[in-house]
């Protein structure tokens, strides 16, 4: 049976994960699993059971970017669904992301709604970067950045998370995909933004929930990823940003951050406690840095 959409699925160190993922997609959609962890992470028995999908050797953690545009030139299909292996979704709800690119020719990129993580949103502006950091998107869902909780509907995003995200091959090609310069985190934003300045539209299905357990997809420490996060926001700030926005928009952050550790340690919540200073120090720290520092990270 030809398909239209093919997953494209980066994994590092993804046993843990990768089984509840596989039964989700089931046997139907072809898959390419693109491996970072190849020789040192061995999951071909958790393979044998789906035909479907096709293992490509990475040649090492190139990274999500890297990794992504590797398993998309090893694709043919009209559309490519980009996934997460931390997620949880299932084979009918991809097709319902492929079928609204069908149906719908003037959008490029579509995206499943989160649960407890965002299927996407808007670039950061100090006014939705405030609105983040204050709370208010408690009351409207897409006033920060990221949109949550949409209720089942239909959205415009000006970027959809890469980690459930269907996107027309000749858009994602003309805009040159992930810039591999983003080893991990806020490629999707970089994505997005150069999706949206090349006139294509993105829109995120609230109706569509794919289950996503944000920063699960590896057995790397929990920390690691932290700081990681932290330090790609800043990066990405100032590739994108003027210097006196990038500072303001990071201040802000850092107001959040440091109002939460007061908040946490407060309550007993030590490792939320934790967590807000790993990205404050994070954000700190970067911003020392010299601005032609490697992305990589």
């Keep these: ?10 994994v590092y160190k993804s046993r843990r994960v990768l089984p509840a993922f596989l039964e989700g997609i089931g046997t139907g959609l072809p898959v390419v699993l693109v491996d970072n962890s190849y020789l040192e992470d061995d999951i071909g028995d958790l393979l044998a ?32 669904i980009f996934m997460n292996p931390d997620t949880r979704p299932r084979a009918a709800t991809l097709d319902s992301l492929v079928e609204y690119l069908q149906s719908n020719p003037d959008v490029a990129a579509v995206g499943a709604s989160g649960v407890g993580t965002a299927g996407g ?23 920060g950045v990221f949109y949550q ?9 000006e970027w959809i998370s890469g980690s459930c995200m269907a996107i027309r091959r000749e858009a994602f090609e003309a805009v040159g995909g992930y810039d591999p310069e983003y080893f991990i985190y806020m490629s999707d934003f970089d994505l997005g933004r150069r999706l949206q300045q090349a006139g294509y539209r993105q829109r995120i299905l609230g109706d569509c929930v794919v289950p996503h357990d944000d920063g699960g997809s590896s057995d790397l420490p929990t920390p690691w990823t932290w700081e990681r996060r932290s330090r790609a926001w800043v990066r990405f700030l100032r590739r994108t940003q003027p210097l006196p926005a990038a500072l303001a928009i990071t201040s802000l952050f850092a107001v959040g951050y440091a109002a939460r550790i007061v908040i946490y340690a407060v309550s007993g919540q030590h490792n939320r406690c934790r967590e807000q200073l790993t990205y404050l120090t994070a954000l700190a720290s970067e911003w020392a840095r010299p601005t032609t520092s490697a992305l990589a990270g």
């Excluded at 049976?1 to 980066?10: A, D, K, R, T």
């Excluded at 670039?123 to 405030?130: D, I, N, S």
């Design 121 to 143: 949103g808007a670039q950061p502006t100090l006014r939705r970067v405030l609105a983040h950091v204050v709370g208010w998107t408690r009351r409207s869902p897409s006033s």
């Design 49 to 80: 059971d789906y035909p479907n999908v096709r293992r490509v050797d990475a040649g090492g953690n190139i990274g999500f970017s890297a990794a992504a545009n590797l398993g998309a030139r090893s694709t043919s299909t009209p559309i490519l």
């Design 1 to 10: 049976m030809e398909h239209s959409g093919e997953v494209v699925l980066m």
């Design 149 to 157: 909780e949409l209720g089942g509907r239909h959205l415009d995003a």
